[in-house]
């Protein structure tokens, strides 16, 4: 039999467990995207970011800085990450390997945002670095410079012919679309369903989504918004099987709007230090690679894509490229039509600010 004492006693510890759910759903939806700064960027430039090549951890150090306190109005930087982050959470980190060995996460970035979550009071045990497949977040060496006690995961090991492996997807969460590989089974619903990494469902109440500035054949570009929809989910070759049969511009958006996705994924960094304007996702960058020698930030991760997106036209209009809507297929971009349009579709579902006048965009160049 339970006494008096100890019922007061359990009742009163459900009572706080119940508290503290509440507070970190409550946190979490106070940033639900697009979040406090809808249509708000932060371009904060370094010409001294990257030499021969290197990122320059200095020059990195004080871009975060500056630009997390630009984009939340805050007095330090410690403050500024406190804003967003508290003592107790558990804080994912979604990485890109995609670009190697060109353009991908870069470990003085990554430092430099693990060190402002400890500003914030979150433990490194309580951080966890992320991306979709083991053997590719082994393969760019992220799992050789990640520090001391920040822990990392994959959703799977390998690549399953349509991308479905349920390893470490949630099967009670996904994006349902009629949209199917060519030879998968149009009839059974699991082709035509994307489940969202139990690394976002279950092991994390926040998500930073460190993302780059990047070319893609398919999408037009790469930036925030491809980051968290073809990382976050499943069965997403779906979404460009062919060189036409591309759908880009409707399936990102519609994985993005999960409610799962826009509550938890509540900062977006775009490391635009070094970009590749063409030849994406893949090796092909390393001909386009450019050094751009800058970093954005956002809530609103539309607004940051359609600023990027800007920022390869005009790297592109540079070299004598067509922008990315219009550039037929080449050689190292072979699909019909990129569909960069995914970013204002995405703004008409709500995720953000498209258009170009209502966007905020803050410039700072340091040195």
Same mark, same amino acid.
Not at 13 to 28: E, I, Q
Not at 149 to 160: D, E, I, L, S, Y
Not at 203 to 227: D, F, P, R, W, Y
Not at 343 to 367: H, N, P, W
């Given at each position: 039999?339970i006494?008096?004492?100890?019922?007061?006693?359990r009742?009163l510890?459900a009572?706080?467990l119940?508290a503290?759910?509440t507070r970190?759903a409550?946190?979490?939806s106070r940033f639900?995207m697009?979040g406090?700064?809808?249509?708000?960027?932060v371009?904060?430039?370094?010409?001294?970011?990257?030499?021969?090549?290197?990122y320059?951890?200095?020059?990195?150090?004080d871009?975060?800085?500056?630009g997390?306190?630009?984009l939340t109005?805050?007095?330090s930087? +410690?403050e500024a990450?406190r804003y967003?982050?508290?003592p107790g959470d558990?804080v994912?980190?979604k990485l890109?390997?995609?670009?190697?060995p060109a353009?991908i996460s870069a470990p003085?970035v990554?430092? @430099?945002?693990?060190? %402002?979550?400890g500003q914030? %009071?979150?433990?490194?045990?309580d951080i966890?670095c992320?991306d979709?497949?083991?053997?590719?977040?082994q393969?760019?060496?992220?799992?050789?410079w990640l520090?001391d006690?920040?822990?990392w995961t994959?959703?799977?090991?390998?690549?399953?012919p349509?991308?479905?492996?349920?390893?470490?997807?949630d099967r009670?969460?996904?994006m349902?679309m009629?949209?199917?590989?060519?030879?998968?089974?149009k009839?059974?619903?699991?082709?035509?369903?994307?489940?969202?990494?139990?690394?976002l469902?279950?092991e994390?109440?926040k998500?930073i989504?460190l993302?780059?500035l990047?070319h893609?054949q398919s999408a037009?570009? +790469?930036?925030?918004l491809?980051?968290?929809?073809h990382g976050?989910?499943?069965n997403?070759r779906?979404s460009?099987? +062919?060189?036409s049969?591309n759908?880009c511009?409707?399936f990102i958006p519609?994985v993005v709007e999960?409610?799962?996705i826009?509550e938890k994924?509540?900062?977006?960094i775009l490391d635009g230090?070094?970009?590749?304007?063409? %030849?994406?996702?893949?090796?092909?960058?390393?001909?386009y690679v450019?050094?751009?020698k800058?970093?954005?930030?956002a809530t609103?991760?539309?607004?940051?894509d359609r600023?990027?997106?800007?920022?390869?036209d005009a790297?592109?209009a540079?070299?004598?490229?067509k922008?990315?809507?219009?550039? @037929?297929a080449?050689?190292d971009?072979?699909f019909?039509k990129m569909?960069? @349009?995914?970013v204002e579709?995405?703004?008409?579902?709500?995720?953000?600010?498209?258009d170009?006048?209502?966007?905020?965009?803050?410039?700072?160049r340091?040195?």
């Amino acid at each position: 039999m339970i006494g008096r004492r100890d019922w007061f006693a359990r009742t009163l510890s459900a009572g706080l467990l119940a508290a503290a759910a509440t507070r970190k759903a409550r946190a979490a939806s106070r940033f639900t995207m697009p979040g406090p700064f809808r249509g708000r960027v932060v371009s904060v430039h370094h010409p001294n970011s990257i030499a021969s090549g290197a990122y320059q951890a200095g020059p990195v150090r004080d871009m975060i800085a500056r630009g997390m306190m630009d984009l939340t109005g805050a007095g330090s930087a +410690t403050e500024a990450w406190r804003y967003f982050f508290e003592p107790g959470d558990v804080v994912g980190i979604k990485l890109n390997p995609v670009g190697r060995p060109a353009v991908i996460s870069a470990p003085e970035v990554l430092h @430099e945002i693990v060190s %402002g979550l400890g500003q914030a %009071g979150v433990k490194a045990r309580d951080i966890v670095c992320y991306d979709r497949y083991h053997t590719e977040f082994q393969q760019a060496g992220f799992d050789k410079w990640l520090p001391d006690g920040v822990r990392w995961t994959a959703a799977t090991v390998k690549t399953h012919p349509f991308q479905l492996d349920m390893d470490g997807y949630d099967r009670d969460q996904y994006m349902e679309m009629a949209l199917v590989e060519p030879k998968a089974d149009k009839n059974d619903a699991h082709f035509r369903r994307s489940y969202v990494a139990k690394f976002l469902t279950k092991e994390v109440n926040k998500v930073i989504n460190l993302c780059l500035l990047k070319h893609h054949q398919s999408a037009g570009v +790469t930036l925030a918004l491809k980051n968290l929809s073809h990382g976050l989910v499943n069965n997403v070759r779906r979404s460009h099987a +062919t060189k036409s049969l591309n759908a880009c511009g409707i399936f990102i958006p519609a994985v993005v709007e999960l409610p799962v996705i826009r509550e938890k994924c509540i900062l977006h960094i775009l490391d635009g230090v070094q970009g590749a304007y063409h %030849g994406g996702p893949g090796r092909k960058v390393e001909k386009y690679v450019w050094e751009h020698k800058t970093m954005y930030f956002a809530t609103d991760p539309v607004a940051m894509d359609r600023v990027g997106w800007d920022v390869i036209d005009a790297q592109r209009a540079a070299v004598g490229m067509k922008p990315v809507a219009l550039a @037929e297929a080449d050689a190292d971009s072979t699909f019909v039509k990129m569909q960069p @349009e995914h970013v204002e579709i995405a703004g008409a579902l709500g995720l953000g600010e498209f258009d170009t006048a209502k966007i905020d965009l803050r410039k700072v160049r340091l040195s």
